[in-house]
T-cell receptor, first 114, second 113 residues
Framework: DTEVTQTPKHLVMGMTNKKSLKCEQH?????MYWYKQKAKKPPELMFV???????INESVPSRFSPECPNSSLLNLHLHALQPEDSALYLC?????????????FGPGTRLTVT | AQSVSQHNHHVILSEAASLELGCNYS??????LFWYVQYPGQHLQLLLK??????LVKGIKGFEAEFIKSKFSFNLRKPSVQWSDTAEYFC???????????FGTGTRLQVTL
Protein backbone atom coordinates (compact mmCIF):
# COMPACT_ATOMS: atom_id res chain seq x y z
CA ASP A 1 0.00 0.00 0.00
CA THR A 2 1.70 3.19 -1.20
CA GLU A 3 -1.21 5.46 -0.54
CA VAL A 4 -1.56 8.58 1.56
CA THR A 5 -5.17 9.46 2.23
CA GLN A 6 -6.56 12.83 3.24
CA THR A 7 -9.95 13.90 4.49
CA PRO A 8 -11.97 15.84 3.72
CA LYS A 9 -11.41 16.42 0.01
CA HIS A 10 -13.03 19.83 0.18
CA LEU A 11 -13.64 22.13 3.13
CA VAL A 12 -15.35 25.49 3.32
CA MET A 13 -15.04 27.33 6.61
CA GLY A 14 -15.68 30.73 8.02
CA MET A 15 -13.03 32.83 9.66
CA THR A 16 -14.35 32.04 13.15
CA ASN A 17 -14.65 28.30 12.64
CA LYS A 18 -12.44 25.54 14.00
CA LYS A 19 -11.82 22.58 11.73
CA SER A 20 -9.28 19.83 11.27
CA LEU A 21 -7.63 18.19 8.29
CA LYS A 22 -6.65 14.56 8.55
CA CYS A 23 -3.96 12.51 6.87
CA GLU A 24 -3.25 8.80 7.14
CA GLN A 25 -0.62 6.43 5.77
CA HIS A 26 0.08 2.75 6.34
CA UNK A 27 3.48 2.47 4.71
CA UNK A 28 5.36 2.40 8.00
CA UNK A 29 6.79 5.84 7.31
CA UNK A 30 7.95 7.74 10.38
CA UNK A 31 8.22 11.16 8.73
CA MET A 32 5.11 13.11 7.78
CA TYR A 33 4.71 16.52 6.22
CA TRP A 34 2.18 19.28 5.65
CA TYR A 35 2.46 21.46 2.54
CA LYS A 36 0.37 24.36 1.31
CA GLN A 37 -0.17 24.83 -2.41
CA LYS A 38 -1.76 27.94 -3.86
CA ALA A 39 -3.18 27.86 -7.37
CA LYS A 40 -0.53 27.64 -10.09
CA LYS A 41 2.23 27.63 -7.45
CA PRO A 42 4.52 24.89 -6.11
CA PRO A 43 3.90 23.21 -2.77
CA GLU A 44 5.43 25.04 0.18
CA LEU A 45 6.52 23.14 3.25
CA MET A 46 4.69 23.99 6.48
CA PHE A 47 5.59 21.31 9.03
CA VAL A 48 7.65 18.15 9.33
CA UNK A 49 7.12 15.42 11.91
CA UNK A 50 9.79 12.83 12.56
CA UNK A 51 8.97 9.93 14.87
CA UNK A 52 5.80 11.75 15.90
CA UNK A 53 7.72 14.82 17.03
CA UNK A 54 7.61 18.18 15.32
CA UNK A 55 11.01 18.72 13.73
CA ILE A 56 10.38 21.61 11.35
CA ASN A 57 7.97 24.53 11.52
CA GLU A 58 8.48 26.84 8.57
CA SER A 59 7.36 29.92 10.50
CA VAL A 60 3.72 29.02 10.03
CA PRO A 61 1.15 31.25 11.83
CA SER A 62 -0.24 29.80 15.02
CA ARG A 63 -3.73 29.59 13.55
CA PHE A 64 -2.40 26.37 12.00
CA SER A 65 -1.71 23.74 14.64
CA PRO A 66 -0.30 20.36 13.61
CA GLU A 67 -0.66 17.17 15.59
CA CYS A 68 0.75 13.70 15.11
CA PRO A 69 -1.17 11.37 17.44
CA ASN A 70 0.55 8.23 16.20
CA SER A 71 2.89 7.01 13.49
CA SER A 72 0.10 6.66 10.91
CA LEU A 73 -1.90 9.83 11.49
CA LEU A 74 -1.25 13.51 10.99
CA ASN A 75 -3.75 16.26 11.72
CA LEU A 76 -3.79 19.94 10.96
CA HIS A 77 -6.06 21.96 13.25
CA LEU A 78 -7.36 25.19 11.83
CA HIS A 79 -8.68 28.15 13.79
CA ALA A 80 -9.43 31.76 12.92
CA LEU A 81 -8.14 31.43 9.39
CA GLN A 82 -8.00 34.24 6.87
CA PRO A 83 -9.28 34.20 3.28
CA GLU A 84 -5.68 34.17 2.04
CA ASP A 85 -5.28 30.77 3.72
CA SER A 86 -7.50 29.28 1.03
CA ALA A 87 -5.35 26.70 -0.76
CA LEU A 88 -4.76 23.03 -1.38
CA TYR A 89 -3.24 21.43 1.71
CA LEU A 90 -1.09 18.42 0.95
CA CYS A 91 0.10 15.73 3.28
CA UNK A 92 3.14 13.60 2.50
CA UNK A 93 5.07 10.84 4.17
CA UNK A 94 8.47 9.24 3.83
CA UNK A 95 10.99 7.12 5.60
CA UNK A 96 13.13 9.08 8.03
CA UNK A 97 16.44 10.53 6.89
CA UNK A 98 19.35 10.11 6.57
CA UNK A 99 19.31 8.04 3.48
CA UNK A 100 17.80 8.24 0.07
CA UNK A 101 14.09 8.68 0.61
CA UNK A 102 11.21 9.98 -1.42
CA UNK A 103 8.00 11.57 -0.28
CA UNK A 104 4.60 10.17 -1.13
CA PHE A 105 1.83 12.73 -1.44
CA GLY A 106 -1.85 12.53 -0.69
CA PRO A 107 -4.53 14.04 -2.94
CA GLY A 108 -4.91 17.09 -0.73
CA THR A 109 -7.73 18.97 0.94
CA ARG A 110 -8.97 21.97 -0.95
CA LEU A 111 -9.74 24.60 1.67
CA THR A 112 -11.82 27.69 1.10
CA VAL A 113 -12.01 30.30 3.85
CA THR A 114 -14.97 32.65 3.57
CA ALA B 1 19.14 28.53 1.30
CA GLN B 2 18.67 26.30 -1.67
CA SER B 3 16.51 27.34 -4.58
CA VAL B 4 15.16 25.59 -7.64
CA SER B 5 14.52 27.23 -11.00
CA GLN B 6 12.31 26.03 -13.78
CA HIS B 7 12.63 28.45 -16.64
CA ASN B 8 9.88 27.02 -18.83
CA HIS B 9 6.61 28.14 -17.27
CA HIS B 10 4.27 26.99 -20.01
CA VAL B 11 5.17 24.63 -22.83
CA ILE B 12 2.85 23.69 -25.68
CA LEU B 13 3.78 20.70 -27.84
CA SER B 14 2.10 18.60 -30.46
CA GLU B 15 1.76 14.88 -29.88
CA ALA B 16 4.90 12.94 -30.79
CA ALA B 17 7.14 15.97 -30.27
CA SER B 18 10.15 15.63 -28.02
CA LEU B 19 10.18 17.24 -24.60
CA GLU B 20 12.88 18.77 -22.48
CA LEU B 21 12.10 20.71 -19.33
CA GLY B 22 14.87 22.55 -17.57
CA CYS B 23 15.62 22.46 -13.86
CA ASN B 24 18.50 24.19 -12.12
CA TYR B 25 19.23 24.30 -8.43
CA SER B 26 21.53 26.24 -6.19
CA UNK B 27 23.29 24.14 -3.60
CA UNK B 28 26.90 23.11 -3.56
CA UNK B 29 26.69 19.91 -1.59
CA UNK B 30 25.06 16.53 -1.99
CA UNK B 31 21.54 16.69 -3.36
CA UNK B 32 18.66 14.36 -3.99
CA LEU B 33 16.68 15.36 -7.08
CA PHE B 34 13.10 14.60 -8.06
CA TRP B 35 10.59 15.27 -10.77
CA TYR B 36 6.93 15.17 -9.75
CA VAL B 37 3.90 15.40 -12.02
CA GLN B 38 0.48 16.72 -11.14
CA TYR B 39 -2.22 15.76 -13.62
CA PRO B 40 -5.33 17.94 -13.64
CA GLY B 41 -7.32 17.27 -10.50
CA GLN B 42 -4.92 14.62 -9.27
CA HIS B 43 -2.25 14.44 -6.60
CA LEU B 44 1.48 14.81 -6.99
CA GLN B 45 3.11 11.68 -8.33
CA LEU B 46 6.79 10.88 -8.47
CA LEU B 47 8.08 10.57 -12.03
CA LEU B 48 11.69 9.83 -11.22
CA LYS B 49 14.44 10.48 -8.74
CA UNK B 50 18.20 10.76 -8.53
CA UNK B 51 20.08 9.87 -5.38
CA UNK B 52 23.47 8.67 -6.59
CA UNK B 53 25.16 6.60 -9.28
CA UNK B 54 24.26 6.77 -12.96
CA UNK B 55 23.36 10.41 -13.70
CA LEU B 56 20.85 9.32 -16.34
CA VAL B 57 17.76 8.09 -14.57
CA LYS B 58 14.67 6.56 -16.07
CA GLY B 59 11.24 6.98 -14.60
CA ILE B 60 7.69 6.02 -15.31
CA LYS B 61 5.77 6.63 -18.54
CA GLY B 62 8.91 6.92 -20.68
CA PHE B 63 10.40 9.92 -18.88
CA GLU B 64 14.09 10.26 -18.13
CA ALA B 65 16.29 12.91 -16.58
CA GLU B 66 19.97 13.68 -16.58
CA PHE B 67 21.87 15.02 -13.60
CA ILE B 68 24.74 17.28 -14.66
CA LYS B 69 26.56 18.20 -11.49
CA SER B 70 28.78 20.83 -13.12
CA LYS B 71 25.73 22.67 -14.38
CA PHE B 72 23.58 22.14 -11.26
CA SER B 73 20.92 20.83 -13.59
CA PHE B 74 18.43 17.98 -13.68
CA ASN B 75 16.51 18.28 -16.94
CA LEU B 76 13.51 16.12 -17.74
CA ARG B 77 13.14 14.54 -21.17
CA LYS B 78 10.74 12.42 -23.14
CA PRO B 79 11.34 11.49 -26.77
CA SER B 80 7.69 11.53 -27.83
CA VAL B 81 4.94 13.14 -25.76
CA GLN B 82 1.34 12.03 -25.66
CA TRP B 83 -1.82 14.01 -25.08
CA SER B 84 -2.11 12.30 -21.71
CA ASP B 85 1.17 13.94 -20.61
CA THR B 86 -0.67 17.24 -20.25
CA ALA B 87 0.05 18.19 -16.65
CA GLU B 88 2.08 20.38 -14.31
CA TYR B 89 5.66 19.23 -13.79
CA PHE B 90 7.64 20.13 -10.69
CA CYS B 91 11.34 19.70 -10.11
CA UNK B 92 12.28 19.29 -6.44
CA UNK B 93 15.53 19.21 -4.53
CA UNK B 94 16.51 17.99 -1.12
CA UNK B 95 19.88 19.23 0.04
CA UNK B 96 22.17 17.02 2.06
CA UNK B 97 20.47 15.45 5.05
CA UNK B 98 17.74 18.08 5.29
CA UNK B 99 14.14 16.95 5.52
CA UNK B 100 12.91 19.90 3.48
CA UNK B 101 11.97 19.35 -0.14
CA UNK B 102 12.19 22.56 -2.19
CA PHE B 103 10.06 22.72 -5.32
CA GLY B 104 10.58 24.71 -8.45
CA THR B 105 7.79 26.95 -9.69
CA GLY B 106 6.52 24.28 -12.04
CA THR B 107 6.09 23.92 -15.80
CA ARG B 108 2.68 23.55 -17.29
CA LEU B 109 2.86 21.19 -20.26
CA GLN B 110 0.04 21.24 -22.76
CA VAL B 111 0.08 18.57 -25.47
CA THR B 112 -2.17 19.15 -28.44
CA LEU B 113 -3.54 16.50 -30.77
Amino acid sequence: DTEVTQTPKHLVMGMTNKKSLKCEQHMGHRAMYWYKQKAKKPPELMFVYSYEKLSINESVPSRFSPECPNSSLLNLHLHALQPEDSALYLCASSQVLPGAVEQYFGPGTRLTVT
Amino acid sequence: AQSVSQHNHHVILSEAASLELGCNYSYGGTVNLFWYVQYPGQHLQLLLKYFSGDPLVKGIKGFEAEFIKSKFSFNLRKPSVQWSDTAEYFCAVRAGTASKLTFGTGTRLQVTL
